[in-house]
């Protein structure tokens, strides 16, 4: 069965600092991947989207950037974070471009 | 906007009462999807209906599709402590069939 992993699942970060966050999907080979941002009480903002190896579409300009090194790993960075990229980061992925399947998330919070 | 949007942002009721949420949006959609989501945790899909179909039924959940009023409603049926979550609608529109718009979501609390 598939499964997607995301780590860390907690994070507090200095304002100016780099981020790294990390996203993997197991049992599956070329899946769709995504990376949403969810403010507090809010609903996903889809940041950005890949559907294949060094394949980056970015939905909303920002100082955050995705790669995707390899088929199953989706990786979101910044270099210099700011306070406003504090939220719960969601990666998911898709198998037949329609439902999409969650992973976890990480909770960041920027001081 | 094509986002779509959940009406109430809040419902609270009891064990044993149905639920329902509606969420309109605003452009033609090839699909509509409603997920769930508990406190602090990832989203979980619960249902798709297309844009040819009226009705899907999951369970205790139903699902109706509108599209000449552009709106769509999710019931629980007999709700449980458990089913206390948020819940969201997503369309997929136009050529765009691998990304999804999301509402801002419905707050559930099913009381026991």
């Known amino acids: 069965s598939q499964t997607i992993h995301q780590w860390p699942a907690t994070l507090v970060q200095p304002v100016g600092s780099p981020l790294s966050l990390e996203c993997t999907v197991e049992?599956?080979?070329?899946?769709?991947l995504y990376w949403y941002r969810q403010a507090a009480g809010r609903g996903l903002q889809l940041l950005f989207y890949s559907v294949g190896i060094g394949q980056i579409s970015s939905e909303v300009p920002q100082n955050l950037s995705a790669s995707r090194p390899q088929d199953r790993q989706f990786i979101l960075s910044s270099k210099k974070l700011l306070l406003s990229d504090s939220g719960f980061y969601l990666c998911a992925w898709t198998p037949r471009l329609e439902t999409q399947y969650f992973g976890p998330g990480t909770r960041l919070l920027v001081l | 906007s094509q986002q779509g949007e959940e009406d109430p942002q809040a419902l609270s009721i009891q064990e044993g009462e149905n639920a329902t949420m509606n969420c309109s949006y605003k452009t033609s959609i090839n699909n509509l999807q409603w997920y769930r989501q508990n406190s602090g945790r990832g989203l979980v899909h619960l249902i798709l209906?297309?844009?040819?179909?009226r009705e899907k039924h999951s369970g205790r959940l139903r699902v109706t599709l509108d599209t000449s009023k552009k709106s769509s409603s999710l019931l629980i049926t007999a709700s449980r402590a458990a089913d206390t979550a948020s819940y969201f609608c997503a369309i997929t529109s136009g050529g765009s069939n691998y990304k999804l718009t999301f509402g801002k979501g419905t707050l559930l609390t099913v009381n026991p």
């Open positions: 049992g599956t080979s070329n899946p769709n």
């Open positions: 209906i297309r844009s040819n179909e």
